[in-house]
């Protein structure tokens, strides 16, 4: 395994935890958005904010993490993936100010007026962002992003079926987590009809994400049929593991099993993730493969080494920050 | 022969590079303010809530508190509207990001450690209040306040890096034999860093002493008001003066690396001996006309010698010469506020020396009010003059900005969305910080659901 192979890893790692994470995040807001009228559903989010409150910065924090490490290891193919994705991702970084910002001005404002206005701003972006960082997704995934910046279609690179579908599966992905760790976060809280509420809601989004992914299996075999190639080849064995605990998942959430479901489901979405990086390996754009990608050796020696000695400084700390938030208060 | 190869290359559309330049410039000057609180409050919440805790004095805690629920806010904003930065680096700077994104990627990977740190301990500091004990409570506070100095330090190396690129090789254009570290502590480092992370601190003590001081010009002269002032106000005005030098050294630092910018910043057209310091003026003509003249000034300032030939802009090729107007007004701006600063703060110390008590007079507060935003506008102004003066090079003497810019129509576009956005967001931050000021001091526990 290369340095660039190990770096390009990481990257993946990092995506992952914010899809998990930061996912879970942004589905815990498009929750709080079809949580129904306000008094009925006061409940539910008082959940959602006290479950994202203390960690969604830092669950942010990994998007950054990502980014930067792409341009410092990749820094042709990021500047390619920017310029030509210029439109998603510049509405998917508004979305995550409008997110941010109306969630922390909502926590701190009483007034019923304001508090829904703030609110329907924080999850109206929260189903936002993550449609449009999954059209990105989708735009690499299906070739559409060429190594050369200024050849790229600036439209049609991320508004096309398998660009879509990706959008959608990542709205789904972040419900589905959301639902099944705050049904976890409802039973430890000791509320039983809140249980049942987001019982309810990860079965059918789980069931949907399912459904989708099935339907999206056609689309790929005629948009992008490197991709489906790889997912049926190469990548067999991944597509086989998220099949088994997304079903798994589902078995678990109907037998009431929350605090294992957390674990599986999160396996599932994570099995879609690095099915994807396993089918389109060693390929990262059209015609430009990781190794012909990454920058020298000498950069990618002393990244890896810092993002080593960082580990050490941020795990803890981040488990920590989980440990002290997911542990009841006596 | 690259420079002229660079000239002639074709240009993207002077519209949308306008649109990029701007797009970035508001986006990163909107950032910086909360930036600046995110780095100067924490240490100022910490050493109240410290204080709390030695002394017992409930007017302390209170205030730790208080300035931790708007710090919740502040940070919160703070840290998404620096999301869309690193976004933007690729967005519209391409042509920067695809040759060099690995040269100056050391700082920005350390950074992100720094920002895991900050979020993870202002989450746990925030939210954990009542759930640790008081001692580790205000332990947890200090990796905020040094992950806070640490992430400014890391991306202002990265933008030090842009007016002294260094830690690479150009080999026929192609970028070899990089150097990170080099390129992180590159000459500009030292003064840029100590000069924003100074700033930082003013900007946050000075805008935290003006909410008190026009609470206290409505008449609340309680001990809550008065440590809410005195505090953040002490604090910053210590530093004002050392700014001052600070200020200093980084002029020095340009006269030897950055001459052209030097000019610009003094509208010194024409490379000169003895040259004279101009205060105030407007280039007109291709000349600086109604400035004040002081002999021989701008020499002995720049290389402590009254005698000394300071370059003028006629060094740089027509072309590659930054706009003087914008730059020389900002600076005269950022340095008239500066001393501005120094005098408020003597004020206070001459009074406080004689009296123990706060100036008299209401001209005081109101000064102090004024501070607040006054240290926004002197840090903006600095931006300014760094940003603006290193034109027409994104990379200093080795790339330019029309070259960097992205070639993909619609970047206008794009800037009327971002400004709409954030004429809201700015409307409601604003909105939100004045009904938290309103609200007054926080006495209860900062959790508000059951335990």
Redesign the interface.
Known sequence: MTAADLLVAVLWIGLTLYALFGGADFGGGLWDLLAGRPERGAAQRELIEHSIGPVWEANHVWLIFVITLFWTGFPGAFASFAATLYIPLTLAALGIIARGSAFAFRKVTAEFRQRRLFGAAFASSSVVTPFFLGTTLGAVASFRVPADLARGDVLGSWWNPTSVLTGVLAVLSTAYLAAVFLTDDARRAGAPELIAVFRRRALGSGLLLGVCTLIGLPVLQVDAPHLFAGLLGPALPVVVVSVVFGVLSLGLLAARRYRLVRVTAALAVTAVLWAWGAAQYPVMLPGLTVPAAATEPRVLHLVLWVLLVGAVLLVPSLLWLYALFQRERR | MQLLGSLLAEAATPGDMAAARTQMAFSLGWHIILACFGVGMPGLTVFAEWRALRTGDPAYGSLARTWA?AM??L???G??????L??????LW??M??????VI??P??????A???E??????Y???W???PPRVHVLTGL?VVLAGVASAFFVVTANAWMNQPRGFDLVDGRV??????EAMFNPATPPQTVHMIVAAFMVAGFGMAAVYAVGMLRGKRDRHHRLGFLLPFTAAAVLAPVQVVVGDWAAHFLADYQPIKLAAIEGLEHTTAAAPLSLGGLQLGGQLRYAVEIPNALSLLAHWDPNAVVIGLDRAPAGLRPPVNVVHLSFQLMVALGFAFVLLGAWLAVVWWRRRELPGTRWFLVAAAAAGPGAVLAMEAGWVVTEVGRQPWIVYDVLLTREAV??????LA?LV??LA?YAV?TV??VY?LR??ARLGPVRAPQEE?P?
Do not use: C, H, Q
């Open positions: 629920r919740g806010v940070f919160a904003v840290a998404v509207s620096g999301t869309i690193s976004f933007e680096m690729g967005l391409p042509g990001m695809g040759r060099f994104g690995d990627g050391l920005f990977t350390l950074e992100g450690f920002f895991f740190i979020a993870i301990f202002l989450g746990i925030l939210y954990a009542d759930r640790l990796p070899v034999g990089i150097r990170p570290w992205n070639p993909k129509p619609g970047l794009g969305i971002l956005v967001l409601a931050s939100v009904r938290l659901e335990g």
